[in-house]
């Protein structure tokens, strides 16, 4: 088992980040093995009082207010041959790192992804977030022409990373799509899936905020289609399925409530339409830019 820095960005997340760096402190690994880096980038919360309970190392990233740049910050300051990437929403297992960089690691791989799954499932939103996948590598690791992998769950070698001079912080959203692109593309590094070595992730619990995230991936894809126009297409078979499922939704939730069915059947119309609505609103919107006062990845 090699050495890994474990990268987490904050902001605004005192109620779990507590939670996860616990989990992290917990992985099944000799002592020595495990760097874990916390970088905060401008919370207003008490997340930094909480962060500093814990043995690790804080960090703060106030120049850019991009979880990009904190991910950069804290990258700058890994001593480990492997960086991992999760974030505050999330709780490690104690094996997941053991699980994700175990031997052997073929050479051509610059990224290893493992299972992105639910922490919890307390609302339609989570359980249908989790049926459809829509936060899962198994899913991304298919996506479009090129696999990508989410940074919920991944490790990079810190020697492509630097070669790729890290993630691009002038993007708010996607900026770990474009990065796992640009290290197959210019580099011709392929990412590994593990789907063994899962990390649970607190999905979205309500409409508003599958809205929001809805919103935000769709300006990911603005960002994508805009940077790689010739590999990033979107399919009309794509947008013709996606309403032939929003339709299955729909002809699934009629019948009386009570039958044994899926308790959640009826609320999956809703679900997909907040969903891909979502995704179309942001799209229109275009791509999310973030201000650079300096220039981009300091020290990477």
Excluded at 168 to 185: A, C, H, N, T
């Amino acid at each position: 088992m090699t050495r890994v820095s474990v990268v987490v960005p904050v902001l605004n997340a005192a109620a779990e980040i507590g939670r996860l760096i616990e989990s992290l402190l917990a992985q099944e690994l000799p002592d020595g093995l495990v760097e874990i880096i916390v970088v905060d980038n401008g919370s207003s919360d008490g997340s930094d009082a909480v962060i500093r309970r814990y043995p690790v190392t804080f960090l703060r990233e106030d120049r850019v207010r991009s979880s990009y740049a904190a991910r950069n910050r804290g990258l700058a300051a890994a001593s480990a041959d492997w960086v991992a990437f999760t974030d505050a929403d999330c709780v490690a297992p104690s094996g997941w790192l053991a699980a994700l960089l175990a031997d052997p690691i073929p050479e051509d791989a610059g990224a290893v992804a493992g299972e992105i799954e639910a922490l919890e499932l307390g609302t339609p939103v989570q359980r249908l977030t989790e049926r459809y996948g829509i936060m899962k590598h198994a899913v991304t690791m298919h996506h479009k022409t090129v696999a990508c992998f989410s940074t919920a769950n991944v490790a990079v070698r810190a020697q492509v990373l630097r070669d790729l001079r890290g993630f691009r912080e002038d993007v708010r959203f996607f900026g770990d799509m474009d990065l796992s692109w640009r290290m197959q593309l210019h580099l011709g590094r392929r990412i590994l899936f593990r789907p063994e070595a899962a990390i649970l992730h607190r999905h979205r619990r309500t409409l508003g905020a599958l809205w929001r995230h809805g919103c935000q991936h769709g300006r990911g894809v603005a960002f994508m289609k805009r940077t790689y126009p010739g590999l990033y297409r979107i399919r009309t078979g794509e947008q013709v399925g996606r309403i032939g499922e929003l339709a299955q939704a729909a002809g699934r939730s009629v019948g009386p409530r009570g039958n044994g069915g899926n308790p959640d059947r009826w609320y999956a119309p809703l679900f997909l339409a907040t969903w891909y609505c979502g995704m179309g609103a942001g799209y229109m919107m275009g791509p999310a830019r973030t201000p650079l006062s300096r220039p981009a990845n300091p020290g990477v």
